[in-house]
């Protein structure tokens, strides 16, 4: 291994204890459980990464989400016209002067979100879910309900997966509902991730399929992170481990399927484009005010607070300012503007495995504006509880934040320099 690899190991176990310092070094951690953490986050890592069948499925993950792109283009040049991505009536005088974000990148949550509740009528996303959540329960002790919404929020948002879960919500333990939090957190959902794909495909190589493993590694790191700051206590999980979780059946047919899920991701679409235009209109005005006071702005700030973040997961030290920074707009901002960021640049500054690593740690949905969102949809789901998950909200944030950098970590870990 190359020094840089051994950093990012070291770093891997420098966060694991981290989180464990921040839960107020807990009794009651199970060495079992740190080591099926780290051990379940290195191994699914290394089968995604170097065993040729799956990265075989890298490049048609690639492909699909390519295909995806251009049969959204072919609805949104029908709708929006040359805004949308239909060929210009006028000369471009600036390369890249019509991309207009919201009418040719961010509809693509609209076709996923149809697909994805066709698929999940189908039943193929639940026997998927279900598949990763008994690893989960086998791997770390979880309860059913619990190892079932974190295997989901894989493929679903932090909303949609305790959603599935409802009716156990309520008895399960403040462990693992920190974990079903966590998780929430520190992973994408389908839709997301397929856009986020299409915007870094021109800067990292086989960008789908290396979000698709950040999503999948992130399950346990979660787990992991979340049960070192909060152990489950004597008595075992609120839920028995061998209580099999179902999916509900949420549709009556496929064109249901269809509208409903072209609903929901209408609703995802226009949630994504509010919370871009608040969040980056409060940062630039807290900036208004900060920099000619103090010389800072909200980003260099985050940047410095991260540093040690970015070093850990085995970036150089000369690339570790610029990683670090967009960790900070990620949580400040959100995810979606360091992604933005990261294409608009090209990775400028940053040599590709440091881009693959900031790609790795910036998936998840770590950021104030998600925790929220989560907190207010799980307190309407189980308002008994609603004292305890606000309490537990931003520790949630923190907790999935290192989840996140542990994958980083673990990429770096399995990529030379």
Known sequence: MSALQLQSAAGLLALAALAWALGGFRRGVSWRVVAAGLGLQVLLAALMLHLPPFRA????????????????IAGTSLVFGYLGGAPLPFAEIRPGASFILFFQALPLVLVVGALSAVLYHWRVLPVVVAFLARGLRRAFGLGGACGFSVAANVFVGMVEAPLLIRPWLARLSRAELFAVMTAGLATISGNTLVVYAALIAPVVPDAAGQLLTASLVSAPAAVLVALLMIPPAPGGPATPVEEEVRAPRLY???????VRGTGDGLSLLLGIMAALI???????????VVEPLAGLTLQRLAGWLFWPLAVAMGVPAEEAGAVARSLGVKVVVNEFVSYLELAQSGGAGLAPRSRLVLTYALCGFTNFGSVGIMVGGMTAMCPERRAEIVALGLPA???????????????????PP
């Open 57 to 72: 499925a890298f490049a048609l993950a690639g492909g699909a989400v390519e295909a995806l792109h251009r049969a959204t």
């Open 252 to 258: 009556d047919s496929t064109m249901e399927a269809v």
């Open 278 to 288: 608040v969040f980056v209109a409060l940062v630039a005005l807290v900036n208004q």
């Open 397 to 415: 944030l923190v907790s999935a934040t290192i989840a996140c950098c542990m994958t980083g970590a673990v990429a770096g870990m399995l990529t």
